[in-house]
């Protein structure tokens, strides 16, 4: 069996040592004479397993007690609903930043619930760039403010949780969570889909304010109410039990890696040295988004012959190297570089790219 | 390693075959170099897969053309918000057949939405039986009707799709999907958690007409547009892929069984064996569902004496016999027997139960 490269930018490359766990236990986890998938969540050992996931999580990513964790389903689009269902009154103020595709599908999911409000947005520069905080018009009675922390399709990241002042700020960090540290106690809620850096597809992770869960909200059901969710410990209806304990054993691999702190050294390194090559090309490759914001995680780059892009990815894919196509939206290549991307892979992509670059510049 | 015999209500046993398959081709999947786990939705291998599953699963369960199948993530309870959101104007009467716990969640997520008429209720005699079609009480305008197909916790089964003339019947087949043959074409919309019968949980299965999903609704973000999610293949956001992919190896496993004319076969006398033991016990177990409408999935039963339900459990794990304890809300035991339940598994239930009673009867 040969192990590809895997650049796709979710669901994403997992750590092996995790997947070789899940394989070894499929058919009878911790003795139980039952796969972890066959057991349910209400019994004992599942319940277990969930408590050591939470504070496993809490660790990992510093998150205080005055914040509750939870597991859900759904993605993070869901989220985007939940965010004005739950945070802001029937057409309340909310104020979005836009950023990138992301924080548009976040406007376009809210729209519906509250008075959704550009605070500013980079789609006329082209997405390359993030508008200076003191551009920001946020409104005084906003509910909250949308921020995406990592847009990975347009390749931009915040570098930091942005102040809002009074106002709760409510953070995607679907594609940059635990990969560096983070003040979590300056967000009111991040939330963040599994499938990049914590585990696999349909797990959800939601870091929320404890206050923020008291407010009313709008009328709903009970299962999109997040002061339920919290109540039940993430139990409201039957969980998704396996990507629970797959997401579990992937936080597992990164303490025992060292942590946040060691994934932003890792992370810092792989994405120069991919930036480094795209920028040393002389033009060959390029990628336009502004020094200070470019994402780590995700890198989207072009070729200057849009021509080559085919024998790019056949040639790619020759050395098992999985998912460099970039989105639609914006063509030409990405890779993405999440935790369980080895530097030895961004280097092996790299001298892929200097040689491809030789024999086709 | 021992395999004990999972009783377990949902998440609850799988097929072995389906289980070792997957923890065979859990690093590499179809030769792409990548658990299946690990590789984007939108690329072409699982892109085929979904396919695959979605033919796979019509053919199981003979979904007529007029239904669209749909892949999803949160559960029934979540699409318990989804019918009323999707079906119903704000505050549209919509009918609500009552046999148990199940119906009532239903109701309860259903109601910041719509005007919900209980058309009928065995609430007064206890949840032991289903009340006659002549007696139900269907507003003329109602949106829909819903009901619940098997009660997972009170053990109670409709024996068919029930007739509501022009309003469209929504069922929650959760508990007895692919257990027999089911007239699809008579259903608005049937929608299943799919860690019961179908595979593990954090995947839904949703059969809905067509036609339904032209209505209106309510205003509501796009996640919960069901036409968006039929529009875009299941893959309105990214979907939690490895249950799909699980939930496709046991659909897969059931039609090489013989599919649902064999499991009807196989889950009456699994069925039969059973309430054959508790009703032959001399009141020593005892279920009081009425006959007709026994579930053949989900079979609660308690001991003439609770004190000895301690003892039974015990010695009941010492088999390796799991998940017996009934739910809460009724006490006593439950044995569930979906489809991955092999009938021996059974007949050492019953082994047990009559050994347990001679030695404490």
Chains 1, 2 share one sequence.
């Not at 003191?134 to 403010?145: K, L, N, S």
């Not at 998704?240 to 992370?267: H, I, K, Q, S």
């Amino acid at each position: 069996m040969t192990r590809g490269l895997n650049f796709s930018a979710g669901p994403s490359t997992l750590p092996e040592p995790a997947l070789r766990q899940a394989q070894a236990e499929l058919l009878d986890w911790r003795g139980t004479g039952a796969s972890v998938a066959e057991l349910s969540h209400r019994g004992a050992p599942f319940m277990a397993l969930a408590a050591e996931i939470e504070a496993d999580l809490r660790r990992l990513l510093d998150v205080p007690e005055s914040h509750a964790v939870l597991f859900m389903q759904g993605g993070a689009t869901l989220q985007q609903v939940l965010v004005p269902l739950n945070f802001a009154a029937p057409g309340q103020a909310a104020g979005y930043l836009v950023t990138g595709h992301w924080s548009k599908v976040a406007m376009k999911q809210a729209r519906p619930y509250v008075d959704v409000r550009e605070i500013a947005s980079s789609e006329p520069g082209g997405f390359h760039g993030v508008p200076p905080r003191e551009t920001w018009q946020v409104p005084a009675d906003a509910a909250y403010v949308h921020v995406t922390g990592n847009e990975t399709i347009h390749g931009v990241e915040l570098p930091d949780v942005p102040d809002a002042g009074d106002i709760p700020v409510v953070m995607d960090v679907s594609s940059n969570i635990a990969s560096r540290p983070m003040d979590f106690s300056r967000v009111g809620m991040a939330y963040a889909g599994a499938q990049k850096n914590l585990g696999p597809s349909g797990a959800t992770v939601v870091i929320v304010h404890r206050d923020l869960l008291e407010r009313a909200g709008q009328p709903r059901g009970d299962i999109l109410v997040l002061k339920s969710h919290a109540a039940q410990g993430s139990m409201l209806n039957t969980p998704a039990t396996f990507n629970w304990y797959l997401l579990g054993l992937c936080v597992r691999w990164m303490l025992d890696e060292g942590g946040t702190p060691e994934f932003a050294r890792r992370n810092a390194r792989k994405a120069a040295l991919l930036y480094g090559a795209i920028d040393g090309s002389g033009g060959f490759y390029r990628n336009d988004v502004d020094a200070g914001v470019r994402s780590r995680m995700n890198v989207p780059f072009v070729l200057h012959d849009p021509g080559l892009d085919a024998a790019f990815l056949a040639e790619s894919e020759a050395l098992h190297m999985i998912g460099l196509k970039g989105h639609k939206a914006v063509g030409g290549m990405r890779a993405s570089l999440y935790n369980a991307m080895p530097e030895s892979g961004v280097q092996a992509l790299v001298d892929f790219m200097r040689d491809f670059q030789a024999r086709h510049g």
